[in-house]
C-alpha cells in the first residue's frame, strides 16, 4: 500500500488512531511513521516532556507522520480526525519535545565525548592536521567544517529566460501532473510557503549554464 492511498483512505474510512497504536498493523504503522511499534515505544519513552500529555503517542506520531508524508498540514488534520489548529499545536509540542530530550544526547558536541571524536578521526585528516604517533589520549581531536552554500538567484517574472516559457491549459497541466492529485495540493503547498507580503520566493541554482541545462536529456532528469 501506497502513501498515497493510504492518505486517500485514511480521509474517508477509519481514524488512525495512534492512541491505540498497537491495534494499527505493523506494516501500516510503519509506513506513516518510519519506525516500527517497538521502535516508536523506545522514542516514547525517551521523552520524558511528553509524559504528562493525555495525547502523549498522537503528538509524537503527529511530528513523525509530517516528516514521513510532507504532506500539508491540513490534509493530516483530515487524516487524525482534528482541527488544522489542533495539529499545528501537536507539532509544535512534539518538536518541543524532540529538541529538548532527544537532540542534546544525539546531536552536538555534548553527546560525544574529545576521545571519542579522536577515535573517529579519518587517516588523511589524522595526517595533515593531527598527532597519529602519540599516544590516543593524546591525539587531537579534528573537526573539519564546511562553510560553503551554492549560489542561487532569485527568479522573477521578468528574466528573459521566461519569455518563451510555456503556458498550459488545465488539460495540458493535469498530464505534465500525471494526474489530480498534485493539483489538489497546490493550494495547500502554497498556503504553506508564501511569505506574508504574499509574495512566493523562487530561487534558481547558478551552478549550471542555460547551455548546460539544453543539454540534458529527459532520461537524465
Known amino acids: 500500500m501506497t502513501i498515497v492511498s493510504m492518505l486517500q483512505r485514511h480521509i474517508t474510512e477509519e481514524i488512525l488512531d495512534f492512541e491505540q497504536y ?10 506513516w511513521t518510519g519506525l516500527t511499534q517497538g521502535q516508536f515505544t523506545e522514542l516514547l ?7 504528562t500529555k493525555k495525547n502523549k503517542r498522537t503528538v ?17 488534520a ?16 512534539g518538536r518541543n519535545a524532540l529538541l529538548e530530550d532527544l537532540v542534546p544526547l544525539n546531536v552536538g558536541f555534548d553527546h560525544i565525548s574529545r ?10 585528516p589524522n595526517n595533515l592536521f593531527g598527532n597519529p ?16 552554500r551554492a549560489q542561487f538567484t532569485l527568479m522573477t517574472a521578468d528574466m528573459p529566460e521566461f519569455v518563451d516559457f510555456p503556458r498550459m491549459d488545465e488539460n495540458e497541466l493535469l498530464l505534465f501532473a500525471l494526474g489530480v492529485y498534485q493539483l489538489k495540493q497546490a493550494k495547500s503547498y502554497y498556503d504553506e510557503h508564501v511569505l506574508d ?15 548546460d541545462l539544453a543539454e540534458l536529456q529527459g532520461n537524465d532528469l
Open 197 to 211: 507580503n504574499g509574495a512566493f520566493t523562487i530561487e534558481l541554482s547558478n551552478e549550471l549554464s542555460n547551455e
Open 60 to 76: 509524537l506520531a503527529a511530528v513523525l507522520v509530517k516528516l514521513r508524508t510532507c504532506d500539508s498540514n491540513a490534509r493530516l
Open 78 to 93: 483530515n487524516i487524525f480526525k482534528c482541527s488544522e489548529t489542533a495539529f499545528h499545536t501537536w507539532l509544535k509540542i
Open 133 to 148: 604517533s602519540s599516544p590516543e589520549d593524546e591525539r587531537k581531536a579534528i573537526t573539519i567544517c564546511d562553510g560553503t
Open 22 to 31: 498497537e491495534n494499527i498493523a505493523p506494516a501500516e504503522f510503519h509506513s
Open 115 to 124: 576521545e571519542d571524536v579522536a577515535h573517529r578521526n579519518l587517516f588523511l
Open 45 to 51: 519513552d525517551s521523552l520524558p516532556s511528553l509524559r
